[in-house]
């Protein structure tokens, strides 16, 4: 569940691309992510930034414990 939003957040890192879809192991019916976006980064700007809304429909509470991504050295939450 955790890596279907990590997987999410790769979008904060620069212009999109496809990405693979994740295995169904990974897939959490309870989990939504809605109203993802980053604006394209002009060339030679080591930094960007992406939105997403994440909300847990289920029970139980839910944590982000760590984000990586294949397209950046350093990927950073912030909440607001």
Same mark, same amino acid.
């Given at each position: 569940? =955790?890596?279907?939003? %990590? %997987?999410? %957040? +790769?979008?904060?890192? /620069?212009?999109?691309?496809? &990405? ?6 990974? %897939?959490?019916?309870? =989990?939504?992510? +809605? !109203? ?7 060339? #030679?700007?080591?930094? $960007?930034? #992406?939105?997403?809304? =994440?909300?847990?429909? #289920?029970? /139980? !509470? !839910? ?5 990586? $991504? ?5 990927? &950073?939450?912030?909440?607001?």
């Amino acid at each position: 569940m =955790i890596a279907l939003l %990590l %997987l999410t %957040l +790769t979008v904060a890192c /620069g212009a999109p691309q496809t &990405e693979p879809a994740p295995p169904a192991a990974m %897939l959490a019916a309870d =989990i939504t992510l +809605t !109203d993802a976006w980053a604006a394209p980064t002009p060339g #030679g700007v080591d930094v $960007s930034a #992406g939105y997403l809304t =994440i909300s847990n429909g #289920g029970p /139980g !509470d !839910d944590s982000v414990l760590a984000a990586s $991504s294949p397209r950046a050295a350093r990927v &950073e939450l912030h909440e607001m």
